[in-house]
């Protein structure tokens, strides 16, 4: 069950009739040399931590240790409802989620990486979010968990997931891919589907930069988070209804990872550059 390439993967979901997930779950057991039930134990355990992580800043809120985020999740949260709320739904929890991950992290929670620990609200932040308004059982999202495992797997492989080397698309555009890819097997695609939406996904954050102000993964951090999960979303929405992709994720991966390696170094996660020089930025940080 050994794949190198979503190429590859795709050959092993025709030929085994299955989705991604289940070629992952069985890759998982193969190469990890763990039973299925292993398996899916330790991945509803990841699902746990994510639920935990994206809940807890919601009611109480904290305080990050660089003191540049804390609360925003509540804040969102409280505005939902409101009539002068404009996003509602999934899209409105999931930039909840995101944002209360990014604060559970940053303040030294447990949190899942996925793929990073500054990326780690994308995910759980859409999958939470279709599961509460869909009434999804934990085993499908477990199984949704399973294919973004895939995606991540493959940039790792054959790209970065590291904003130091390639920016934050390599980061928030990776988990954006994920989250995409995960949700549209979720609500019942096909895994050509789930490809297509994770190369828009990744193609809609291309160039995207790593600055964070004083070297810190809070800020701009959190608001790429809910930025991805949203960007997830509409890849999601895209690929369900049959809207194709011009270039296949493999070769996306191959463009982000190019770019990655241009983009200059005070804009690599080196706080030299972008947010992280602006002047309001410097100040808040001592200069």
Known sequence: MDFKSAKELLELCARENCAISEIMLRRECTEGETSREDAIKRMARALVIMRESAAGPVYSPVRSMGGLIGGAAKKLS??????????????????????????????MGLIVAAPTAGSAGVVPGLLLALQDCRSLPDGAVVSALFNAGAVGYLAMRNATVAGAVGGCQAEVGVASAMAASAAVELMGGTPEQCLTAASTALTNMLGLVCDPVGGLVEYPCQNRNAAGAANALVAAEMALSGISQLIPFDEMLDTMYAVGRRIPLELRETALGGCAAAPSACARCGG
């Open 78 to 107: 409280g505005h939902a409802g409101s009539p002068g709320s404009i996003a509602g739904g999934v899209l409105g929890r999931a930039m909840v989620y995101s944002l209360a991950v990014l604060e559970t992290n940053a303040s």
